[in-house]
């Protein structure tokens, strides 16, 4: 293998790296803190994708355009999924009903999806660029596209503002201690309730943020829900529920694993996510011990 073809498949595999992350990163986000394992986070990615083609589609696809839905899409969504938390959510796990949880949340993914075939129809819609995102660069013979570079640098920010709110300010602290002992922190005059409600929006406008910076690599079709979903159910459990780390390693592992393996034999390449989870989950068991830690509090 040349050096040019290793730089080619190793940054294709970044790339779909951090897309595997940002659909993952809500879902893992609020199964961490709240417990509750949203199965509309497919869905949400899906809606941030179509929402994205709408913004553009108005604005146009330009700086303007694509920076407004970049930044619009995620923000309108997690509002309303902080409405959804008060109105809904909340008292189920109050109540700590896992099986409302689950009902409740395919439930929302049913509804998003439908709204949009209502809203869009079920055709496909595509996203253009504005045209300096559209170029490429050349590397030591390797030929690096320059949106592939901007999903990375995206990425490696929101990873590394996920972190600082985690571990670097009072609302990241608290939102650990409610990992622990909810009851502890209600006690101690923080209102978790609100808590709560930020973080599953937060969750949320990831998920959404994870469709818009996906739309433009392909079409936008009502198949994005279980093709954003699947994926990030399986980094989810590779790097382990709840933590973000272990998130953002088996996402990379993963993508980049998918690319060089798509270049050797293109039909095994879809089967990668799984095995690489058969792998991880086979050395835990071997291990006899979890290689990496459960809960958002512990990645550390």
Known sequence: MSLATFLDQLFAGLGLGFVLFFSAAGLNLVWGVLGVMNFAAGAVYMLGAYLATSVIGRVGASTLGWLLALLLVPLLTAGAGGLVE??????????????????????????????????????????????????????????????????VGIGVLVAGAIWGLLYGTRVGLLTRAAVDDRVMLSMLGVDVDLLHTGVFAFGIGLGALGGVIDAPNGAVTTNLETAALVPAFIVVVTGGLGNMTGALLAAVAIGVIESFVTLQSPTLAPLTPYAVMTAVLFARAAGGRRLLPDRVAAAR
Do not use: H
């Open 86 to 151: 008060v109105a809904l959510l909340r008292r189920t796990y109050r109540e700590r009903d896992e099986n409302q949880q689950f009902m409740l949340t395919l439930a929302l993914s049913y509804l998003i999806a439908g709204g949009i075939v209502l809203v869009y129809g079920s055709g496909f819609r595509s996203v253009s660029l504005p045209g300096w995102l559209s170029g490429s660069w050349q590397l030591l013979g390797a030929t690096l596209p320059v949106y592939t570079a901007v999903v």
